[in-house]
Every structure is written in C-alpha cells, then in structure tokens.
C-alpha cells in the first residue's frame, strides 16, 4: 500500500487544519495507521494511531485533547483532526501503517511501513 499524507499549511495559534492519509494500491482494512510527526533538529515522534478495529485510539500526551485520528475506509482514508494548534507542533507530519494493530510500541515507529510523503505543518506564534 501506499499512503500520501496532504492538509498541512500555515495556520496561526489556535487554529484548526485536518489532515488526511489516502491509501493506494491496497485497501486499509486490515491496517493501522499511525500519524508522526518531524521537527527540525528533533527526532520523530509518535503523534496518534488508529487499529484496523477502528478501536482503541492512542494519542501522544502532548496532543490528547485536541487531535482526534479517524478513519473512513469506504475512502481508504485516515484523517488527523488538529484543533487548539500551538507552535511547537510545527513539523512535517507523516502516515505509516502497521498489521492490525498499533502495537505497545506504536509511538517509536515498530513494526509500522509503507511511510507516506509527508506534509507540513507550520503554526505561527
């Protein structure tokens, strides 16, 4: 499969964008879809992921509250709904997908593939 992240811009404090990860060349059934996100200078980090199930959500500490992840499979597409922006979530955001399930270690990237370009995300202060 393979996944395209898009909906980044510049936005100012406090807004709002919602990001979007297509999938081709394969339906996104059976997968999880983690969201990440870069910094310059930072290492990656796990932003939210959603199982297959559609089930249990996880959320980074830094975004619970204000990102919510979805999924609509009749589009092959996960979403990242990004509200209250701050500036340090100024990054490139990333889609990834894993079997099934996020996994206890979703967060680091493990056993996630299929890396979609990523989009950027500029807040201004």
């Known amino acids: 499969v393979q996944l395209q992240a898009s909906g980044g811009g510049l936005v100012q404090a406090g807004g709002s964008l919602r990001l979007s990860c297509a999938a081709s060349?394969?339906?996104?059934?059976?997968?999880?879809i983690g969201w990440f996100r870069q910094a310059p200078g930072k290492e990656r980090e796990g932003v939210s992921c959603?199982?297959?199930?559609?089930?249990?959500?996880h959320y980074a500490d830094s975004v619970k509250g204000r990102f919510t992840i979805s999924r609509d499979n009749a589009k092959n597409t996960v979403y990242l709904q990004m509200n209250s922006l701050k500036f340090e979530d100024t990054a490139n955001y990333y889609c990834?997908?894993?079997?099934?399930?996020?996994?206890?270690?979703?967060?680091?990237?493990?056993?996630?593939?299929?890396w979609g370009q990523g989009t950027q995300v500029t807040v201004s202060s």
């Open positions: 959603i199982p297959s199930s559609g089930g249990y959500l």
């Open positions: 060349g394969d339906t996104l059934d059976d997968s999880a």
């Open positions: 990834a997908a894993a079997y099934l399930r996020c996994g206890s270690s979703w967060s680091r990237g493990a056993n996630f593939g299929s």
